[in-house]
């Protein structure tokens, strides 16, 4: 085996914080515990210098001698590719052997879409059931490393499961702080059984904002938040996963859902790292699709604008990226620009016929996952992505992080949340067109028959 300190001494020595804004691109040493540029406000880049000295293919048969190797850090999908992370051969990795992903080919979805071929790369397999966990292993490592004793988030979601999950790994005490009465329970599940302590304030989600600054300023503390640094650069390394995995060869389009824009900023960042230091020799078109009711990245991308506009109150089933102020939207606008790729917007009712078409290939995911699928049927609609093109699709969540929407859906009992007070409940419905009711039988074998010709009937 090749050893990793030969190829990069000392990835720690040569990592940097950086402000991305051009007209600042402040720079602080990599140990500073920031979460935004204190000169002005931007977010902040981790970059490695000095990368050019690492030989590609040293580094790809490095890479792949350590799939058969059973160190700790190997076996992560994220550490294995560690000479991309500003971390130290001696960082105290917090791991619970995230990544490792599946890449599935999708033949159902890809007739859905008039593809020829679509795979989906489903994040949605980590340890905690969602993407965040590749994030969360580099951003909870960052915490040791800085002393924290606490570490902090304020989210019911994905993140905070994920949060709770590598805190307890870690030994820290981890404290979500939700706003009262903004309790989602399906995924609040998963942060009591990890012993993280769930907070509900009183008061509103900005005094949620003000309480999380003041906790920020205590040395003991280290927030994660959707902006931390550290949790785009555990995120990026999927990237390297999903190149190795098709042996180095660059899809022409890589398509993800948008919420915060952290993943798809990671996306960006990893494929451009690839590509600098030699490993691939082009960049795939990265696309962002959001959901009809909370796009303000899809707004922004469809006009003149140079800034983005938020939306106040952001309505969607797919909880995960119900978001109406993308933080990271400038960092994920440079990726999917870069790329030539684009950025579009579906509709709830496509979101959930593109999610049961997933099902259909024996692959679950979470609502907002499937706005991949959605948003490429439309691409390969309006001729943006030609029928042969090479395409792969990022689902982010796990079916089982929100089983209601599935359960409602396959039973023609789907409602969007769209409070306009001209709806009726029946224009909020949205149609089963793929769905797979239960049906009752009698206990005899006649029946059961009947049953399985009725649902094969009824599935074609
Ligand atoms: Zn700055």
């Not at 792949?64 to 990795?93: C, K, N, Q």
């Not at 307890?168 to 302590?197: E, M, N, T």
């Not at 929407?405 to 409070?419: E, G, M, P, V, W």
Request: net charge neutral; hydrophobic share 40%.
């Amino acid at each position: 085996m090749i050893e990793t300190e030969k190829l990069q001494p000392a990835a720690r020595e040569i990592a940097t914080q950086r402000c991305i804004e051009s007209s600042c691109g402040a720079r602080f040493e990599i140990n500073e515990r920031l979460y935004v540029c204190p000169k002005c406000g931007g977010l902040l880049d981790v970059s490695l210098e000095a990368k050019a000295r690492i030989n590609p293919q040293e580094l790809r048969e490095t890479w792949t001698s350590r799939l058969t190797s059973f160190d700790p850090r190997d076996r992560s999908g994220v550490w294995r590719y560690r000479e991309l992370l500003p971390f130290g051969a001696d960082a105290p990795i917090v791991t619970l052997a995230e990544g490792n992903t599946p890449l599935y080919d999708a033949p159902v979805s890809a007739d859905y879409c008039r593809l020829g071929a679509l795979t989906l790369k489903h994040q949605g397999c980590n340890p905690t059931g969602s993407f965040k966990d590749t994030g969360m292993t580099a951003a909870v490592t960052q915490a040791v490393i800085l002393g924290a004793r606490t570490v902090v988030c304020a989210s019911t979601g994905n993140t905070a499961a994920s949060l709770a999950a590598y805190a307890a790994r870690a030994r820290l005490r981890c404290a979500i702080l939700v706003p009262r009465g903004q309790v989602s329970h399906a995924k609040l599940a998963q942060s009591l059984d990890y012993g993280a302590a769930v907070l509900e304030l009183e008061g509103n989600f900005d005094d949620a904002m003000r309480v999380i600054r003041e906790l920020a300023e205590d040395e003991s503390i280290y927030l994660v938040n959707s902006i931390n640094p550290f949790r785009i650069e555990g995120q990026k390394t999927v990237a390297a996963e999903l190149l190795h995995q098709r042996e180095w060869s660059v899809p022409d389009h890589v398509v993800m859902p948008g919420g915060n824009l952290g993943n798809s900023s990671a996306f960006g960042k990893g494929f451009k790292e690839l590509k600098d230091l030699g490993l691939i020799d082009r960049l795939p078109r990265l696309s962002v699709v959001q959901a009809d009711g909370a796009a303000p990245f899809a707004s922004l991308f469809g006009s003149d604008s140079e800034m983005l506009t938020p939306i106040e109150h952001p309505q969607t089933l797919a909880t995960a990226i119900k978001i109406g102020a993308p933080v990271s939207w400038k960092k994920a606008l440079r990726a999917v620009l870069e790329s030539g790729g684009s950025v579009l917007s579906v509709s709830e009712q496509e979101i959930a016929d593109a999610k049961a078409i997933i099902g259909r290939d024996g692959v679950g995911c979470e609502p907002a996952s499937a706005t991949t699928v959605a948003g490429i049927k439309r691409l390969v609609a309006d001729g943006v992505i030609e029928t042969d093109a090479d395409v792969v699709a990022v689902l982010t969540g796990h079916i089982l992080k929100d089983t209601d929407y599935a359960i409602n859906y396959h039973q023609d009992k789907l409602y969007t949340h769209d409070r306009a007070a001209d709806k009726t409940k029946e224009e909020r419905r949205i149609a089963g067109t793929f769905s797979n009711p239960p049906q009752r039988v009698k206990a005899t074998k006649a029946a059961i028959l009947e049953g399985l010709q009725r649902h094969e009937g009824a599935s074609r």
